[in-house]
């Protein structure tokens, strides 16, 4: 694993080059930065980057995504990690909760877990931080005017969302559907929930790969874009009938539900690819009185059997699909290099006192985002 590390952080060189920056600057001197993000070798690269500025890391990961691996190689390079290979609420709670015992300066947070357990037991001395995501951003925008401090939503830059949620979480989901299940997408009838920037990419790889694609999107404009992309925008039980595979990609709670069992044809493939592993009510399926059996099939996915024969597989228990099960890679390092030069230079934004309280839960300044977007096209684009 160490080998993968290496290559992944040597790939990034973008991130590289911010790190080279943060030694010679050391924005972070004197400061903890307590982070909640899945720990995988693209996430080691940041953290370590972290460090050079001059940063005391504590850290944890998030529900199932945790790599043994990449906590060993953290911990021998001086991050403090508080990790577990948990897909226990309760034991990652904990974990988080032990971040914020050592009392960071900055978060560095992902899906709003380190903030909003800070808002019930605040402390004196945090100055702020990033989220990582759109489902963290909902999460802590009700909570404003009790945070009052900078926070910078690295999934609200342009950089991200196309980069990343687009092109790179497209790949990648479509990747885990390959290696998970080794089955083909040509003719397959995909359905996918959601059609933000993550269901656009997913959408758009899965149709690239000769599958037929409908997209089932709540907000009536985003439906309309994804028909006029040319997907099918089929009504709810009409596409979950006739679906191969179904993925949800929303970060909304129990998209797809224990009722919904009955729609199901036999053979389909259940994946989610938000950020909580509740987009798909896998518990209440388990216990839905049409399943008589219950029983892991390739690894990475399990079938449940139904009365009348239907089986139906879901990958991962319902966790990220691209980051759970096994031999996840996640997105591709050079998308994750951009979002994690973002998260750096934000994070020494919030350190130098570049942002205030009046920046509570907003999008990346656009000065970060263009510096980002010239410097990829230099070293990564090789555009001079």
Not at 36 to 52: Q, R
């Amino acid at each position: 694993m160490s080998g993968r590390i290496e290559w992944v952080s040597e790939g990034m060189r973008l991130l590289g080059e911010v790190r080279e920056d943060l030694s010679a600057t050391r924005p972070f001197d004197g400061m903890t930065i307590g982070t909640g993000i899945h720990l995988e070798p693209k996430t080691a690269a940041l953290l370590l980057a972290l460090v050079a500025g001059g940063a005391r890391v504590v850290a944890t990961g998030n529900l199932s995504s945790t790599q043994p691996a990449t906590v060993d190689y953290l911990r021998a390079r001086g991050v403090e990690v508080f990790a577990t290979e948990t897909r226990d609420a309760a034991e990652h709670d904990e974990s988080l909760r032990t971040v914020l015992a050592e009392r960071p300066d900055l978060l560095l947070d992902n899906g709003g877990d380190l903030f909003l357990r800070w808002l019930d037991d605040p402390y004196d001395g945090l100055r702020g931080g990033t989220e990582e995501t759109t489902s963290g951003r909902n999460e802590l925008l009700p909570h404003r005017s009790a945070l009052r401090m900078p926070i910078l939503v690295i999934n609200d830059s342009p950089i991200k969302q196309f980069a990343e949620n687009t092109h790179a979480v497209g790949q990648s989901v479509f990747e885990s559907y390959l290696r998970l299940t080794n089955r083909s997408t040509q003719g397959k009838r995909v359905v996918v929930f959601g059609y933000g920037s993550c269901g656009r990419g997913v959408a758009a790889v899965f149709r690239n790969a000769f599958a037929l694609v409908t997209v089932l999107e709540a907000d009536p404009v985003k439906r309309l874009e994804a028909s006029l992309d040319g997907f099918d925008v089929a009504d709810r039980e009409t596409a979950l009938s006739r679906a191969d595979v179904v993925i949800t990609v929303t970060g909304a709670r129990n998209v797809l539900r224990a009722a919904d069992l009955p729609l199901l044809r036999d053979d389909v493939i259940l994946a989610n690819a938000g950020h909580f592993p509740r987009e798909i009510d896998v518990a209440e399926m388990r216990v839905h009185p049409d399943v008589v059996a219950i029983r892991p099939s390739t690894p990475g996915l399990e079938t449940l059997e139904c009365v009348d024969g239907r089986r139906i597989h879901i990958a991962a228990e319902g966790h990220m699909v691209n980051l759970a099960g096994p031999s996840p890679l996640g997105n591709s390092f050079e998308s994750m290099d951009l979002g994690f030069a973002l998260q750096a230079l934000c994070l020494a934004a919030v350190a130098r006192g570049e942002a205030t309280a009046e920046d509570c839960v907003v999008p990346v300044p656009r000065r970060i985002d263009e510096a980002v977007a010239a410097a990829y096209l230099r070293l990564v684009a090789r555009v001079v």
